[in-house]
C-alpha cells in the first residue's frame, strides 16, 4: 500500500471508530533475526538484510501523520519479539512459502541469494546444537493503543 493510501485509511478509521473505541496497531521494526535455539540458549543468530524496508517506514510516516494532525493519542506503545519457531530450515521455509502464497510483490534477487545461501550455515548450526534445536525467525514489532481524538 502507497504512504497515500496509509494515511487515508488512518482516516477512515477514525472516521468509523465510535469515541469510545480505539485502534490497535501492530507492526515490525526495521530488524529481523534467523536463530537457532536449543532450550533457553541461542546458538546461532544472524540478522537479515533490510532488503525492502519501505514499506515499514511508510507505515511509521503515516502514523506519525495522523498523530501530529491529532486524529489519535497513543495511550500506550510497547515493544515485542515476535517469534516463528520451526523444527527444520525446510519446515520454516514451508511456513513463508504458505505465508506468502499470495503476496503479488516480485522477490529481491538479493534477498533470495541470501536465504539459499543462509540455509546451509543454519542447518549445520542446527547439527551442531544437537537433539531438539530448533530455527527461530524473530521479528521486533511495535504494539500501540490508539484513542480517536474528537
Not at 499470495?102 to 529481491?108: A, I, K, L, T
Amino acid at each position: 500500500m502507497v504512504h497515500a493510501g496509509m494515511v487515508h485509511a488512518l482516516e477512515e478509521i477514525h472516521r468509523l471508530l465510535k469515541p469510545d473505541g480505539c485502534l490497535i496497531d501492530i507492526h515490525p521494526f526495521i530488524g529481523e533475526f534467523i536463530e537457532v535455539h536449543q532450550g533457553r540458549k541461542i546458538t546461532f543468530a544472524e540478522a537479515v538484510p533490510a532488503f525492502n524496508d519501505e514499506d515499514i517506514r511508510q507505515a511509521e510516516d503515516a502514523l506519525a501523520r495522523v498523530v501530529q494532525r491529532q486524529l489519535f493519542l497513543i495511550e500506550r506503545a510497547a515493544p515485542f519479539d515476535f517469534l516463528i519457531y520451526a523444527s527444520s530450515v525446510v519446515e520454516l521455509r514451508a511456513y513463508f512459502d504458505e505465508a506468502n502464497a499470495f503476496d503479488e510483490s516480485s522477490r529481491d534477487e538479493m534477498a533470495a541469494a541470501w536465504v539459499l545461501e543462509l540455509a546451509p550455515r543454519v542447518e549445520e548450526a542446527m547439527r551442531a546444537a544437537g537433539e531438539g534445536a530448533e530455527v527461530v525467525y524473530h521479528e521486533k514489532a511495535k504494539i500501540s493503543r490508539m484513542k480517536p481524538r474528537r
